[in-house]
């Protein structure tokens, strides 16, 4: 309804919205169809459709994403196929990196903070474009230079993000230790009746009980 408001449509009724909300409805469908294919925040195998100056696109005719030039292996051509990340530029374009970071959507791992502004703190996660962590997902407050656990997942603009929170559910159970073994590990979150939970190795569930805590 706002953005009618700002085309001076005067009148707001069933007509107008089918005219503005049929086309509009189906863009959105074609791009997150587009994105779901092209899984966003997955590394991912595909063909090179077409080749151009600026680089090669990967996928198919109707659903291809850039690889830029740069980036481009020495010897592609059409046909190849190519193990990419899919991401977004520096201007929110889908795009693809034949670059890998430190984790992909729904897994964890530990990241170094770069810089904290007044929106949130941005991540080294091994790619050119650093990784935003709102505010909202933070569990604590950090400082450039830390090392947090956290998780990928992809927010309501559908664009890539990070969480601190949430982080015990992705945590793998079927870890090769025993009993007796000693072990390394970070802590990731206080503040629970049952103890402190641990990453150790930085993947594998675990969890110092209430009564052994002396944090």
Known sequence: ERFIRRLNLQKFNRENISLFTVPFCS??????????????????????????????????????????????????????EIT????????DRLIATIHQPVAQVGET??????????????????????LFLPYKEMTKKVQPGDEVLVTLYIDKSRR???????????MRTDSPYKKGDTVNGRIYEFGHDF???????DCYSAMIPAHEDCS
């Not at 990419?84 to 201007?91: A, E, K, L, P, T």
């Not at 103890?195 to 190795?201: K, L, Q």
């Open 160 to 170: 890539l993000c990070a969480s601190m929170k949430k982080l015990y559910d992705l």
């Open 84 to 91: 990419v990340f899919i991401c977004r530029d520096s201007q």
């Open 109 to 130: 791992a530990y990241v170094e903070v770069k810089e904290v502004t007044k929106i949130g703190a941005f991540l080294d996660w091994g790619l050119g474009k650093d």
């Open 195 to 201: 103890g402190t939970f641990v990453a150790v190795d």
């Open 27 to 80: 863009l959105c469908y074609a791009v997150r169809k587009m994105e779901n294919q092209m899984e966003l925040g997955k590394k991912i195998t595909l063909k090179v459709v077409k080749k151009t100056d600026f680089g090669v696109y990967l996928g198919t005719e109707e659903d291809k994403v850039l690889l830029p030039k740069n980036e481009v292996p020495e010897g592609t051509d059409v046909g190849t």
